[in-house]
């Protein structure tokens, strides 16, 4: 599926005026010059021509909205929106799949643990973790915070 800005906006944000609506395009074209959504093909499509975003970018732009709540610099935003894109390689990959689909589907309760580093600080980190919350605590390390998202919750209704 592929998909214009103005119809990732109207998706993700439903019960938004005109005005609303004209506004969260605007964020989301300012993200994707950004690199934190990843239009398909080029950045700059040319004069006339609409980017379109694969339907996955419709779930990125879910998150996005939601963190920029929290006022995360639009770099650090970025790198997470590539950490949700990448899912993690390795062991826990199959995992992460799975439960990235589940929270798609709102087949689980999936929540993700954004563990921050120092953000000011050069080279400052952050991490993922998908998690479902009953019965299963995360631990950061003491010189984290972290910004819990309830996925489920944030994709319900988008049914890409």
């Given at each position: 599926?592929?998909l214009?800005?103005?119809?990732?906006a109207?998706?993700?944000a439903p019960?938004?005026?005109?005005?609303a609506?004209?506004?969260l395009?605007?964020?989301?074209?300012?993200?994707?010059?950004?690199g934190?959504?990843?239009?398909?093909?080029?950045?700059s499509s040319?004069v006339?021509?609409?980017?379109k975003y694969s339907g996955?970018s419709?779930?990125?732009?879910?998150?996005?909205?939601?963190?920029?709540?929290?006022?995360l610099?639009v770099?650090?935003?970025?790198?997470?929106?590539?950490l949700?894109?990448i899912?993690?390689?390795?062991a826990n990959?199959p995992?992460?799949?799975?439960?990235?689909?589940?929270?798609?589907a709102?087949?689980?309760?999936i929540?993700?643990a954004i563990?921050?580093g120092?953000?000011?600080?050069?080279g400052?980190?952050?991490?993922?973790?998908?998690?479902?919350?009953?019965?299963?605590?995360?631990?950061?390390?003491?010189?984290?915070s972290?910004?819990?998202?309830?996925l489920?919750?944030?994709?319900?209704?988008?049914?890409?």
């Amino acid at each position: 599926m592929e998909l214009t800005v103005r119809e990732i906006a109207k998706r993700v944000a439903p019960d938004m005026d005109a005005t609303a609506i004209n506004r969260l395009v605007r964020q989301l074209r300012h993200w994707t010059l950004a690199g934190a959504l990843k239009p398909i093909g080029p950045v700059s499509s040319g004069v006339g021509h609409h980017r379109k975003y694969s339907g996955e970018s419709l779930y990125i732009a879910a998150i996005l909205i939601e963190l920029s709540r929290y006022r995360l610099p639009v770099n650090e935003m970025a790198g997470l929106a590539l950490l949700f894109l990448i899912m993690p390689r390795g062991a826990n990959r199959p995992r992460w799949a799975t439960m990235w689909q589940q929270a798609k589907a709102g087949e689980a309760v999936i929540h993700a643990a954004i563990a921050l580093g120092d953000l000011h600080k050069k080279g400052g980190s952050a991490d993922v973790v998908l998690y479902v919350p009953e019965g299963n605590p995360i631990t950061l390390d003491k010189e984290n915070s972290a910004i819990i998202l309830n996925l489920t919750r944030l994709f319900s209704g988008l049914g890409a």
